[in-house]
């Protein structure tokens, strides 16, 4: 039976495609994707370097307008960036003169949430990503795992319905890292969410993704698409984790 499942798409892109207009001419980023994601899944992007996974990642958040094709989140066209979408980068834009409080509540803040609201709010994903104890702290006396802690936090605070997150531990150390790792499935299996993840590393990919979208160069289309039924928390060096992690690279080497 063809796709019996209590499960709801959330983000559906229909030949999505985009171009930008350079001084050298028209440059094709995303050829053709045709992509649904549902709720609550974690979806990892997986391409070749500059191959357009920012830009999709972009043109889903409504960052970018797509040149041809739609977008909808939660059934809703993407016209424009809305707080239904949240994001974390890989340098975190953290406000350097707001205390970790500050930054976390600064989104239902800024949309009129009363302030015992936002507090209580805040706190709850202050904790929820290991940070109580640090509400009064600025960014700069914090880590770079910490601030990525803080972006997460921000993310969940404005409670969007979906999260994009591109390459957010593309700077950290390789410990902090695997940790991060760790953290982000222990944070997304206490409160599930829908997380389009970007990553170029192979490892990270088959650690955190019920779902690996392959991409093709640029411009990008979905090359292919894997499910990942391993048990979590995952373990880096399992036989069947090595042979999904060779499958992938693979596909990824010849993803022209
Ligand atoms: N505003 C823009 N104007 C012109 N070209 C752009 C623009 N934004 C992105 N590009 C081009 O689109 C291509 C894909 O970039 P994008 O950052 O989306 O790729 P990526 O897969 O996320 O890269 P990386 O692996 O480095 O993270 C690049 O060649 C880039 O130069």
Redesign the pocket.
């Known amino acids: 039976m063809e796709r019996e499942r209590q499960v709801k798409d959330v983000i559906v892109c229909e030949n999505l495609q985009k171009s930008?207009?350079?001084e050298r001419g028209k440059?094709d980023?995303i050829g053709n994707v045709n992509l649904k994601i549902t709720e609550n899944e974690l979806v990892v992007l997986f391409?070749?370097?500059?191959?357009?996974?920012?830009?999709?990642i972009?043109c889903m958040a409504g960052l970018?307008t797509a040149t041809a094709g739609q977008v909808t989140v939660g059934g809703k066209k993407v016209e424009g960036p809305g707080p239904d979408r949240g994001v974390v980068y890989q340098t975190t834009a953290l406000f350097p003169w707001l205390t970790v409080m500050g930054n976390v509540e600064y989104g239902p803040k800024s949309q009129g949430v009363p302030k015992k609201e936002r507090r209580e709010r805040a706190m709850h994903y202050i904790k929820l990503v290991g940070l109580e104890g640090f509400e009064n702290a600025l960014p700069a006396k914090l880590s770079g795992g910490m601030q990525q802690r803080v972006g997460i936090a921000r993310a969940y605070c404005n409670e969007p319905v979906v999260m994009f997150m591109?390459?957010p531990f593309g700077h950290l150390d390789a410990q902090t890292r695997y940790l991060m790792q760790e953290e982000l499935v222990r944070i997304w299996e206490q409160e599930k969410r829908t997380v389009v993840f970007?990553t170029?590393n192979i490892e990270e990919a088959v650690y955190l993704a019920d779902r690996i979208v392959v991409?093709t160069n640029?411009p990008?289309t979905v090359k292919q698409e894997f499910t990942i039924d391993l048990p979590r928390p995952r373990n880096y060096v399992d036989p069947e984790f090595l042979r999904l992690r060779e499958e992938i690279s693979a596909v990824v080497d010849k993803a022209q």
């Open positions: 930008f207009e350079t440059v980023v391409g070749p370097g500059q191959c357009g996974k920012t830009t999709l972009n970018e591109d390459e970007v170029n991409m640029c990008t």
